[in-house]
């Protein structure tokens, strides 16, 4: 089974740091670029972050640009996303994905994650 | 930044055709690609390169494109169509990726 499970949501204050880790199965994970897409509460889908199959190449979103890292290991069939100087704004589900959509080559599978809740809170 | 524009509502009678539009600048040059998401679910994709359906996807989803705008029609519409309907696509450049603001899909 295609699947991908996200972990490491939660409450963290403004200022502060999160990552976020997604274990990707049933799927060639070295084969396709990867994406993270976060949904704010009763709001709608934002992009946030893309990175190649090998992880050469990365593109951001502007609003996190300089405060959020992603990364991948395609030894251990993982996807992360190193979240920094979060802010109220940040709150939001966020999810991984292999979307149909790809910057570098023909298409993904469009597989996605059930969602992280990420609260910024104090 | 580059923006795709969804009518925020769409509502039809059952067995009528809905149609949501997306407009963007970049359109003419990218691909569009439709996602329709329920509450408390993960969005899934519907249609992908303007008008492929992807396995599963009832034949009564279809989707066209004509110059900046791409259109995702839902023919003898259900109940369970029901649903926010969302685009996708890249900007001119093919480094920026965007979605729509959404369009939630009323069954009267």
């Known amino acids: 089974e295609v699947q991908l499970v996200i972990s490491g949501g939660g409450l963290v204050k403004p200022g502060g740091s999160l990552r976020l880790s997604c274990a990707a199965s049933?799927?060639?994970?070295?084969?396709?670029?990867m994406n993270w897409v976060r949904q704010a509460p009763g709001k709608g889908l934002e992009w946030v972050s893309s990175?190649?199959?090998?992880?050469?190449?990365?593109y951001y979103a502007d609003s996190m640009k300089g405060r959020f890292t992603v990364s991948r290991d395609n030894a251990r069939n993982s996807l992360y996303l190193q979240m920094n100087s979060l802010r109220a704004e940040d709150t939001a589900v966020y999810y991984c994905?292999?979307?149909?959509?790809?910057?570098?080559?023909?298409?993904?599978?469009?597989?996605w994650g059930q969602g992280t809740t990420v609260t910024v809170s104090s | 930044s580059y923006e795709l524009t969804q009518p925020p509502s769409v509502s039809v009678s059952p067995g009528q055709t809905a149609r949501i539009t997306c407009s963007g600048d970049a359109l003419p040059n990218q691909y569009g690609y439709w996602y329709q998401q329920k509450p408390g679910q993960a969005p899934v994709l519907v249609m992908y390169?303007?008008?492929k359906r992807p396995p599963g996807i009832p034949e009564r989803f279809s989707g066209s494109t004509s110059g900046t705008t791409v259109t995702l029609t839902i023919s003898g519409v259900q109940a369970e169509d029901e649903a926010d309907y969302y685009c996708q696509s890249a900007d001119s450049s093919g480094s920026y990726l965007v979605f729509g603001g959404g369009t939630k899909l009323t069954v009267l």
């Open positions: 390169i303007d008008n």
């Open positions: 990175i190649s199959s090998s992880g050469t190449y990365i």
């Open positions: 994905a292999s979307l149909a959509f790809d910057f570098w080559s023909s298409g993904g599978l469009d597989v």
């Open positions: 049933g799927f060639s994970f070295s084969s396709y670029s």
